[in-house]
């Protein structure tokens, strides 16, 4: 069974960090890209940052730019987001996503076929 | 960014009804377009990706349709299982965006 697992979320105050991790099994984790998708209180769902099945691009969303890094190592089969700055608007449950693709030629088609449970980060004074 | 809109924002509808939520982009996005079902306190399902193809498991009651900037997700025959909300998501291009959720009540 495909299966992804995140840990590392908590409570903290603004300014401070965290470091979620997503642990994968059941797949070859090195044949995927991989996202980080939020989801505030009460609110809709907001794609974090990407990273490719190699770790050598990946791509952030403007509210986080600069403040967090996404990595993965793939000996683990492991998919990190170090959280830096956090800001009481960074509250939110964090899933772990594949993003899965089918080619078309000439296109790639991408989706997000498999989340995990997701991990709550609570910024807060 | 792409924005992505979906109409309406939440309906009522009853068991048996047939379901319509639309999904605009705010520019063309080909058919780079998947749909996500969502229920309180859960991960999101992948239901429906490339704009018409239903996910492995997903009840055929489900379809797809659009290309450029207007899509759809319709349920021919509502059941139970089926209140939730609903999200299209664009991969045209990154920031990958969602639009902002149908929340489907009874």
Same mark, same amino acid.
Not at chain 1, 80 to 90: F, P
């Given at each position: 069974e495909v299966q992804l697992v995140e840990s590392g979320g908590g409570v903290t105050r603004p300014g401070g960090s965290l470091r979620l991790s997503c642990a994968a099994s059941g797949l070859n984790f090195d044949d995927y890209d991989m996202n980080w998708v939020r989801q505030a209180p009460g609110r809709g769902l907001e794609w974090v940052a990407g990273v490719n099945r190699i770790g050598g691009s990946s791509g952030y969303a403007d509210s986080v730019k600069g403040r967090f890094t996404i990595s993965r190592d793939n000996l683990r089969k492991s @998919? *990190? @987001?170090?959280? %830096?700055? @956090?800001?009481?608007? %960074? #509250?939110?449950? *964090?899933?772990? #996503?594949r993003e899965n693709q089918e080619h078309r030629w000439p296109h790639f088609f991408y989706y997000m076929d498999v989340w995990g449970k997701g991990t709550t980060v609570t910024v807060s004074s | 960014d792409i924005q992505m809109t979906q109409s309406p924002s939440s309906l009522s509808a009853s068991v048996g009804d047939r379901v319509t939520i639309t999904c605009r982009a705010s520019q063309n996005i080909s058919n780079f377009l998947n749909w996500y079902q969502q229920k309180p306190g859960k991960a999101p399902n992948l239901l429906i990706y490339v704009t018409t193809n239903l996910q492995n498991g997903v009840p055929s009651r489900f379809s797809g349709t659009g290309s450029g900037t207007d899509f759809s997700l319709t349920i021919s025959s509502l059941q139970p299982a089926d209140f939730a909300t609903y999200y299209c998501q664009q991969s045209y291009s990154f920031p990958r965006t969602f639009g902002q959720g149908t929340k489907v009540e009874i």
């Open positions: @998919l *990190y @987001l170090q959280m %830096d700055s @956090l800001r009481a608007e %960074d #509250t939110a449950v *964090y899933f772990c #996503t | -």
